[in-house]
Nanobody
Framework: QVQLVESGGGFVQEGGSLRLSCAAS????????MGWFRQAPGKEREFVTS????????YYTNTVRGRFTISRDNAKNTVYLQMNSLKPEDTAVYYC????????????????????WGQGTQVTVSS
């Protein structure tokens, strides 16, 4: 059983930065496609970004591309989300997600594809 634990959320002013971390335990982390989703108040959970097994390929939703960067350290079983130029509309609970197996270049984009979820970490951006 894989457990995902997020950290790094908090309160930041518009234009600021935050770095989220997601530590995984159990399983073979280097064989998991990892991603981040978020859920804003009153809205459905949405895809944010995904990274392949080795970290060679990444994918971003349009609203965060150029501002957010996903990365991973397989030696530390950790995936990161660097968030820059934050906007009030980025306010949400951010969830780390993992898909086991698949292929080395698979991109995680949909909730139904996720095998494991973290508990979520709150990010609040004030204007």
């Amino acid at each position: 059983q894989v457990q995902l634990v997020e950290s790094g959320g908090g309160f930041v002013q518009e234009g600021g930065s935050l770095r989220l971390s997601c530590a995984a335990s159990g399983g073979t982390f280097s064989r998991y496609t990892m991603g981040w989703f978020r859920q804003a108040p009153g809205k459905e959970r949405e895809f944010v970004t995904s990274i392949t097994w080795s970290g060679d390929s990444t994918y971003y939703t349009n609203t965060v591309r150029g501002r957010f960067t996903i990365s991973r350290d397989n030696a530390k079983n950790t995936v990161y989300l660097q968030m820059n130029s934050l906007k009030p509309e980025d306010t949400a609970v951010y969830y780390c997600a993992a898909k086991k197996g698949g292929t080395p270049y698979y991109i995680l984009r949909y909730e139904f594809d996720v095998d494991y979820w973290g508990q979520g970490t709150q990010v609040t951006v004030s204007s």
